[in-house]
T-cell receptor, first 111, second 113 residues
Framework: GNSVTQMEGPVTLSEEAFLTINCTYT??????LFWYVQYPGEGLQLLLK?????DKGSNKGFEATYRKETTSFHLEKGSVQVSDSAVYFC??????????FGTGTSLTVIP | AAGVIQSPRHLIKEKRETATLKCYPI?????VYWYQQGPGQDPQFLIS???????DKGSIPDRFSAQQFSDYHSELNMSSLELGDSALYFC????????????FGPGTRLTVL
């Protein structure tokens, strides 16, 4: 069946460090891929998305490229800030309109 | 821009009581999803509706039921509440069908005492 696997946290980085959160997926067909961010006490917010192979989603300095050959959608940011501390969820939407979420990766950025 | 609205934001109930959570999707979104998120857990899909019909069912307990109304708002009804039902309940909405993502509400925090 369809699924999303993302790297386990927690991840702790110093401010201005480079961030990578790995995400791989299993799906039939051509799913859409998403990254969501959840700040403490808040709901999930759509951070970025990619709908087809080789698409790059980007927002607020975060990027992720839809790699069909490696079934991956890794999240990257060149220079993290304290305000990026949150939980990040990778997700896919399959062709049957179902969503699958990863287990979330907690990021803490220290000054 | 209008977002997903959930009410109430916080709810405290006793064991064996009932609770009703409400969700108002983004205007023109035709699909609503309900998720349960326990402390430190990822969101668990409960149920979804498209055009007022149940479209998918996840790990929703038999004690829970939900529906979507003609104005597309949805209600999650929870009966015989248990301590383990304490969680954050999220509603999300979207247009039906790929490729768009879901937009989540702020959640309702349910505490069962």
């Amino acid at each position: 069946g369809n699924s999303v696997t993302q790297m386990e946290g927690p991840v702790t980085l110093s401010e201005e460090a480079f961030l990578t959160i790995n995400c791989t997926y299993t799906a039939t067909g051509y799913p859409s891929l998403f990254w969501y961010v959840q700040y403490p006490g808040e709901g999930l917010q759509l951070l970025l998305k990619a709908t087809k192979a080789d698409d790059k989603g980007s927002n607020k300095g975060f990027e992720a490229t839809y790699r069909k050959e490696t079934t991956s959608f890794h999240l990257e940011k060149g220079s993290v800030q304290v305000s990026d501390s949150a939980v990040y969820f990778c997700a896919l939407r399959d062709t049957g309109n179902q969503f699958y979420f990863g287990t979330g990766t907690s990021l803490t950025v220290i000054p | 821009a209008a977002g997903v609205i959930q009410s109430p934001r916080h709810l405290i109930k006793e064991k064996r009581e009932t609770a009703t959570l409400k969700c108002y999707p983004i205007p023109r979104h035709d699909t609503v999803y309900w998720y349960q998120q326990g402390p430190g857990q990822d969101p668990q899909f409960l149920i979804s509706f498209y055009e007022k019909m149940q479209s998918d069912k996840g790990s929703i307990p038999d004690r829970f039921s939900a529906q979507q109304f003609s104005d597309y708002h949805s209600e999650l009804n929870m009966s015989s509440l248990e301590l383990g039902d304490s969680a954050l309940y999220f509603c999300a909405s979207s247009f039906y069908g790929p490729p768009g993502g879901q937009f989540f509400g702020p959640g309702t925090r349910l505490t069962v005492l």
